[in-house]
C-alpha cells in the first residue's frame, strides 16, 4: 500500500510505504515518486510492514525494469537535506 497525504500548510508531502521486496513495483515506485517530490518540497517517508525488510543491514538490493535501484533510491533520499530529526544518522549507519 502506498499513500500520499498532501500537507499544504507546510508545503510537505507525506509517502506511507507497507511494501518491499513483496511488491517491488510499489515500493520501487514510492521511493521514486518520494525522490522526485523532495526537489521542490519537504517529503516524510514512513516505511512499515513488509517495506522495512528493504532498510536493514542485511537487506539487498533491489531492481524492477527501468526504476532506479532501491540502494540507489535510498541514496539520493538520504543525500536530502532535513530538519533535524533522525533520517540521516538512519542512512548513515545503512541502516538499522
Do not use: C
Amino acid at each position: 500500500m502506498v499513500s500520499i497525504k498532501m500537507m499544504s500548510n507546510f508545503e510537505r508531502t507525506f509517502l506511507h510505504i507497507s511494501s518491499g521486496y513483496d511488491n517491488p513495483h510499489k515500493a520501487l515506485m514510492a521511493l521514486k515518486m518520494a525522490v522526485m517530490m523532495s526537489m521542490d518540497k519537504d517529503v516524510l517517508v514512513y516505511i512499515d510492514i513488509e517495506g522495512v525488510k528493504m532498510l536493514v543491514k542485511t537487506s539487498k538490493d533491489m531492481k524492477f525494469k527501468d526504476f532506479p535501484t532501491l540502494f540507489e533510491l535510498l541514496d539520493q533520499l538520504a543525500a536530502k537535506k532535513s530538519d533535524g530529526d533522525g533520517l540521516s544518522y538512519l542512512f548513515e549507519n545503512r541502516w538499522f
